[in-house]
């Protein structure tokens, strides 16, 4: 049993830090609460399965093909809707929100409201500590540490990743500097939807989804940045494998209450933030100011 929680929690909690880090990435930098985040981790899964199931594409270039195509959907809805009313928190919640039941109606009338599922990228188990464990879950966990580092590397080491930091501590500050402040918000956006785009290439061979699937892991994604911090990249990926094992051992340890899981993930959430009201490595929140 403890291997098997140990797996499963590991699978998840990658996904689970994969999407909040595009989330808090996005927010961090644009300030921007995209809530049709993971619409685009929906599209992904969709494109993911017609291209292999339908077209026989093998899983490399269903993957590369998947990732450009979503990070392109990212990048246009920025320039064209988001970065008109960046300033505007109400207007992005109603936009993104509009956005994401969009999608899921473009996805409900081409597919129906049938559950999907791809085909695996890697066929095959391994035993484990004396449980199967699937080479596609593996494969999660390794890709998600190798694009973790890759992103840790690009933000401290390359141009694009220092303009994006400085960005986020004070747009203005580095618009002084030089820095392209709204070259800089899209590049952003194209990479936090990628995140997403990875993640649902990733899952779409292990998860069922449909057109309505992007309302749960919202729910779960918008708690773990919360719970994380808001704008923090290490609180969101300590926050995802917090939510993730709280899920688990649900699962496992009461398996006939294991609906409630999602609740009882968000209750621990709560707990945290009673404690912590800014999150595990966020700011406490301060009183407004007259």
């Not at 992904?44 to 291209?51: D, E, H, K, L, S």
């Not at 969009?102 to 391994?126: C, D, K, M, Y």
């Not at 917090?242 to 609906?259: H, K, N």
Request: charged residues 10%; glycine residues 8%; positive net charge.
């Amino acid at each position: 049993m403890v291997a098997g929680i140990v797996i499963a929690t590991l699978t998840s909690g990658f996904v689970y830090a994969l999407l909040a880090s595009g989330m808090t990435l996005i927010f961090g930098v644009a300030h921007i609460v995209n809530l049709a985040h993971t619409a685009f981790y929906v599209v992904g899964a969709y494109f993911m399965w017609f291209f292999m199931r339908s077209l026989g594409w093998g899983g490399i270039e269903s993957i590369v093909v998947t990732v450009a195509a979503v990070t392109a959907l990212g990048l246009l809805t920025y320039q064209f809707l988001l970065n008109r009313v960046r300033q505007h928190p109400q207007a992005v919640l109603l936009i993104t929100i509009a956005l994401a039941m969009v999608f899921q109606e473009v996805l409900l009338t081409r597919f129906g409201s049938h559950l999907h599922i791809a085909p695996p990228l890697l066929v095959g188990n391994v035993k484990i500590l004396g449980i199967t464990v699937e080479y596609q879950r593996l494969l999660i966990i390794g890709v998600v540490i190798a694009v973790m580092a890759i992103l840790w590397l690009f933000l401290s080491k390359t141009k694009l990743g220092i303009a994006i930091r400085a960005t986020a501590n004070d747009a203005e500050v580095a618009n002084l500097m030089g820095i392209s402040v709204s070259k800089t918000l899209l590049m952003t956006m194209g990479i936090g939807t990628a995140l997403a785009a990875i993640a649902a290439a990733l899952m779409a061979p292990l998860w069922v989804f449909y057109p309505y699937a992007w309302m749960a892991p919202l729910t779960m994604i918008l708690a773990i940045v919360v719970l994380g911090g808001l704008g923090s990249l290490k609180g969101s990926i300590i926050g995802a494998f917090i939510i993730a094992l709280v899920e688990t051992l649900v699962v496992f340890l009461i398996p006939e209450y294991g609906y409630l899981r999602t609740v009882i993930a968000l209750l621990a959430m709560i707990i945290v933030l009673s404690v912590r009201p800014g999150g595990l490595f966020g700011i406490v929140f301060e009183e407004e100011k007259l």
